[in-house]
Structures are given as C-alpha cells and as structure tokens.
C-alpha cells in the first residue's frame, strides 16, 4: 500500500497539460492505468467493463477518486510523454532498492533483470544479412 500511495503522490506532481477544471484529474487517470497493468487487465475496454464491479477496490486500494474510462484515460494520458513518469519510477525503484525487495533479482556483478513492457521499439543502425 505504501508503494501505491507513492506512485499516487508522484503523480498529483505532474502538471495536467489540460486547461480549466477537468472533470477527471491527471492523477487519476494515470492511477487508473496504472490499476490496469497491475491488475493485468488485457486493454483498456477490459478494465473498463470490469472497473464498476471493483469500483470500492480501486478507491481503496489504488486512491483513485473518479476512475477514468477508456476515451478519457486515452485522452488524457496519449499526449503525455512518457518521460514525465520518470519520476515516479524513480521513487518506486529507490524504495524496492532500499527495502531490500530487488535484492534477490540480482545477476551478473549486481545488475538487476528487467522485465519490458512492449511499449518501445527495438531498432538497430546495422542491418544484419547474409547477401541473400
């Protein structure tokens, strides 16, 4: 609970690029897809069909006061870079480091094994080919 309270805070830091009073702050709406990769929802519709039933949970759990639906969450968080959520990361990653949780996730001289998410893209300068 206190990592998630952490992720929360960090996000009540971003500035929301929007103008005027939205309805659904930014901090919501990441904690929201941020409830939906941890709770392995498969897309976002998903978690939006299912978001009602567990509406108590998501409040309690993840601190969200208005859970976002698919166009809003979309809406909000596309046009943000993903740098912005650095920060965030940062703080989770120091405090697992910390406490010792990352500690069996250790190989080679200390590195850490990291598991991606598929939101980037591999590319490479090289072209690898046998000529044929």
Not at 34 to 44: E, G, I, R, T, V
Not at 55 to 60: P, Y
Not at 61 to 76: D, Q
Request: net charge positive; glycine share 4%; hydrophobic share 40%.
């Amino acid at each position: 609970m206190a990592l998630v309270r952490a992720v929360r805070r960090e996000f009540e830091k971003f500035p929301d690029p929007r103008k005027g009073r939205p309805q659904i702050s930014f901090a919501d709406a990441a904690m929201s897809a941020f409830a939906m990769f941890s709770l392995k929802d498969p897309s976002l519709p998903a978690f939006e069909k299912r978001w009602s039933a567990r509406d108590h949970n998501l409040h309690a759990l993840y601190h969200i006061e208005k859970v976002s639906s698919e166009s809003t969450m979309r809406e909000i968080l596309d046009e943000v870079s993903p740098y912005v959520f650095r920060p965030a990361f940062r703080e989770i990653f120091s405090r697992l480091q910390r406490g010792k949780a990352l500690a069996q996730m250790t190989v080679l001289d200390g590195r850490y094994i990291l598991a991606l998410d598929g939101t980037g893209c591999f590319s490479w300068e090289k072209v690898f080919s046998d000529g044929s």
